[in-house]
Protein backbone atom coordinates (compact mmCIF):
# COMPACT_ATOMS: atom_id res chain seq x y z
CA UNK A 1 0.00 0.00 0.00
CA UNK A 2 1.18 3.31 -1.12
CA UNK A 3 1.77 5.31 2.37
CA UNK A 4 1.58 9.41 1.83
CA UNK A 5 2.78 11.71 4.34
CA UNK A 6 1.72 15.80 3.82
CA UNK A 7 3.94 18.55 4.63
CA UNK A 8 3.81 22.64 4.41
CA UNK A 9 1.31 23.75 6.35
CA UNK A 10 1.16 26.48 8.72
CA UNK A 11 -0.10 29.81 9.62
CA UNK A 12 0.07 32.36 7.27
CA UNK A 13 -1.96 35.82 6.84
CA UNK A 14 -4.66 36.50 4.52
CA UNK A 15 -2.63 37.26 1.14
CA UNK A 16 -0.27 35.01 1.52
CA UNK A 17 1.41 31.79 -0.24
CA UNK A 18 1.89 27.98 1.10
CA UNK A 19 3.24 25.08 -0.66
CA UNK A 20 1.96 22.27 0.05
CA UNK A 21 3.72 18.40 -0.41
CA UNK A 22 2.83 15.20 -0.49
CA UNK A 23 5.48 12.18 -0.55
CA UNK A 24 4.57 8.80 -1.26
CA UNK A 25 6.54 5.67 -0.12
CA UNK A 26 6.35 3.88 -3.39
CA UNK A 27 7.40 4.17 -6.90
CA UNK A 28 3.26 2.83 -7.38
CA UNK A 29 2.58 6.08 -6.85
CA UNK A 30 2.82 7.11 -10.47
CA UNK A 31 0.30 4.53 -11.21
CA UNK A 32 -2.30 6.64 -9.51
CA UNK A 33 -4.01 10.13 -9.61
CA UNK A 34 -3.34 12.20 -7.25
CA UNK A 35 -5.73 14.45 -4.88
CA UNK A 36 -5.51 17.41 -3.06
CA UNK A 37 -8.86 17.29 -0.52
CA UNK A 38 -9.43 19.60 2.65
CA UNK A 39 -11.84 19.62 5.39
CA UNK A 40 -12.91 22.63 7.45
CA UNK A 41 -14.12 22.73 11.03
CA UNK A 42 -17.71 21.60 10.75
CA UNK A 43 -17.70 21.08 7.14
CA UNK A 44 -17.41 17.79 4.89
CA UNK A 45 -14.21 17.25 2.98
CA UNK A 46 -13.85 18.85 -0.55
CA UNK A 47 -12.01 17.75 -3.23
CA UNK A 48 -9.64 21.11 -4.00
CA UNK A 49 -7.06 19.85 -7.08
CA UNK A 50 -6.71 16.54 -8.83
CA UNK A 51 -4.08 15.57 -11.08
CA UNK A 52 -3.78 12.63 -13.33
CA UNK A 53 -1.29 10.04 -13.39
CA UNK A 54 0.94 11.11 -15.89
CA UNK A 55 0.66 14.90 -14.69
CA UNK A 56 -0.75 16.34 -17.96
CA UNK A 57 -4.23 16.96 -16.51
CA UNK A 58 -5.23 18.79 -13.58
CA UNK A 59 -8.61 19.98 -12.11
CA UNK A 60 -9.55 22.42 -9.77
CA UNK A 61 -12.33 23.42 -7.87
CA UNK A 62 -13.57 26.46 -8.72
CA UNK A 63 -12.98 28.46 -5.23
CA UNK A 64 -8.92 28.21 -5.70
CA UNK A 65 -9.06 28.26 -9.77
CA UNK A 66 -6.79 30.70 -10.59
CA UNK A 67 -4.59 30.93 -7.49
CA UNK A 68 -3.82 27.43 -6.87
CA UNK A 69 -1.42 25.26 -8.61
CA UNK A 70 -0.78 20.93 -8.36
CA UNK A 71 2.24 19.16 -10.17
CA UNK A 72 4.03 16.24 -9.47
CA UNK A 73 7.24 14.31 -9.77
CA UNK A 74 7.10 11.08 -10.12
CA UNK A 75 10.64 10.44 -10.17
CA UNK A 76 10.54 11.89 -6.72
CA UNK A 77 7.35 10.29 -5.62
CA UNK A 78 5.49 13.70 -4.47
CA UNK A 79 2.84 16.05 -5.54
CA UNK A 80 2.84 19.25 -4.75
CA UNK A 81 -0.20 22.33 -4.10
CA UNK A 82 0.87 25.52 -4.02
CA UNK A 83 -1.79 28.08 -2.87
CA UNK A 84 -1.56 31.88 -3.43
CA UNK A 85 -4.11 34.60 -2.40
CA UNK A 86 -5.43 32.51 0.35
CA UNK A 87 -8.30 33.39 1.96
CA UNK A 88 -9.29 32.44 5.58
CA UNK A 89 -11.77 30.24 4.23
CA UNK A 90 -8.61 28.53 3.24
CA UNK A 91 -8.75 27.48 6.84
CA UNK A 92 -8.98 24.04 6.70
CA UNK A 93 -6.92 20.54 7.19
CA UNK A 94 -5.23 19.25 3.32
CA UNK A 95 -4.95 16.13 2.97
CA UNK A 96 -3.56 13.98 -0.19
CA UNK A 97 -4.88 11.01 -1.75
CA UNK A 98 -3.93 8.20 -3.89
CA UNK A 99 -6.60 7.83 -6.77
CA UNK A 100 -8.01 5.44 -8.73
CA UNK A 101 -9.27 7.51 -10.94
CA UNK A 102 -8.50 11.14 -11.73
CA UNK A 103 -11.38 13.43 -11.18
CA UNK A 104 -11.43 15.86 -14.00
CA UNK A 105 -14.82 17.68 -13.11
CA UNK A 106 -17.68 17.84 -10.14
CA UNK A 107 -19.43 14.84 -11.86
CA UNK A 108 -16.49 12.27 -10.80
CA UNK A 109 -15.80 14.62 -7.64
CA UNK A 110 -18.50 13.93 -6.59
CA UNK A 111 -19.33 9.99 -7.33
CA UNK A 112 -16.20 9.41 -5.33
CA UNK A 113 -16.68 6.19 -3.22
CA UNK A 114 -14.14 5.18 -0.17
CA UNK A 115 -12.76 2.33 -2.52
CA UNK A 116 -11.49 4.34 -5.13
CA UNK A 117 -9.07 5.54 -2.93
CA UNK A 118 -5.69 3.49 -2.51
CA UNK A 119 -4.65 5.80 0.46
CA UNK A 120 -4.53 9.02 2.12
CA UNK A 121 -2.21 10.97 3.95
CA UNK A 122 -2.43 12.24 8.01
CA UNK A 123 -2.99 15.61 7.15
CA UNK A 124 -1.46 18.95 7.36
CA UNK A 125 -3.09 21.80 9.21
CA UNK A 126 -3.57 25.34 7.32
CA UNK A 127 -4.96 28.45 9.30
CA UNK A 128 -5.02 31.44 6.95
CA UNK A 129 -5.22 34.60 9.50
CA UNK A 130 -7.37 37.86 8.52
Known amino acids: QVRLAESGGGLVQAGGSLKLSCAAS????????MDWFRQAPGKERELVAAISAGGSTTYYTDSVKGRSTISRDNAKNTVDLEMNSLKPEDTAVYYCAADLIFRGNLATAAAARSTDFISWGQGTQVTVSS
Open 26 to 33: ERAFSSYA
